[in-house]
């Protein structure tokens, strides 16, 4: 049985909203707005681009929670680089993934 798409993400302290919809540029697949704590996932893309498209934006929600860097640029090229390896590493380890997700029950 398919989980409803999730609807609220929990970063440190605060607690996003997540829609599902297109965003708010319009080119975007994926949008995350801390200001308003709000992530916006487009629903029309495939399954597997909507997982790696949301795992990409609670990566930028959660830089902005750290103050990883100031710089747009970077933050952007670090949270592609990172999304990508996060998605294939849950992805291709599921007994881990079962593991962790056991632990922190």
Known sequence: MAKKRPTKLTVGCYDYEILWQKCPDKTNIGW????HLRITIDPSMNPMVQISTLVHELLHAGSD???LTPDPALEESIVTRMSGIVVSMLRDNPDVVEYITRKLE
Request: charged share 15%; glycine share 14%.
């Open 65 to 67: 929670f750290i103050g």
């Open 32 to 35: 995350c707005e801390p200001a």
